[in-house]
């Protein structure tokens, strides 16, 4: 599937809601690439592309309303009482993406990177170690509050 072709379910989305999805992004959500082990002493790894918006679960209409615009992702609530919405997977983040791309203003060096990245993924261009190198590169442009999963805990491997 080609990803030059923005066209989707979000092409008829208001573009002000949009630009206020964008802003949340900006404050209060994530634009993550991960490396999860497939199985529990495999060495292989599958990578993810992930939209987090993050809301205090007594204003989770909010996030609903998120969620409905966008089509897409999966809502879940966490013990701390924040609630998230999680969007997943390579065609769905990058078409999010580029409809919010026009409006964000801080997290526009992840979502170039995550661009940038996401059709080499689909292709399978890449190899763990560069994945790994791209996984550090969006580290280092996203904030930590904790770093409880560095990717320095995760053995790379070479292999496809």
């Avoid at 979000?10 to 900006?26: C, E, Q, R, T, V």
């Avoid at 690439?33 to 990578?47: D, I, N, P, S």
């Amino acid at each position: 599937k080609s990803m030059g072709n923005t066209v989707g379910r979000l092409s008829k989305a208001n573009p002000l809601d949009l630009a206020y999805i964008a802003g949340f992004l900006d404050g209060d959500g994530s634009i993550m690439l991960q490396m999860h082990r497939r199985k529990a002493g495999e060495e292989t790894f599958r990578v993810k592309t992930v939209i987090c918006f993050y809301q205090d679960s007594r204003h989770i209409d909010k996030i609903k309303w998120i969620k409905e615009v966008l089509d897409c992702g999966y809502i879940y609530t966490r013990r701390d009482h924040i609630s998230e919405l999680r969007i997943e997977g390579f065609q769905r983040v990058f078409e999010v993406l580029v409809n919010l791309k026009p409006y964000l203003r801080f997290k526009k060096k992840q979502v170039n990177l995550m661009l940038k990245i996401i059709p080499k993924l689909q292709q399978k261009m890449l190899f763990k170690q560069n994945t790994a190198i791209w996984i550090k590169k969006m580290q280092s442009y996203n904030y930590f509050s904790s770093q409880r999963n560095a990717l320095e805990d995760v053995p790379v491997t070479t292999d496809i």
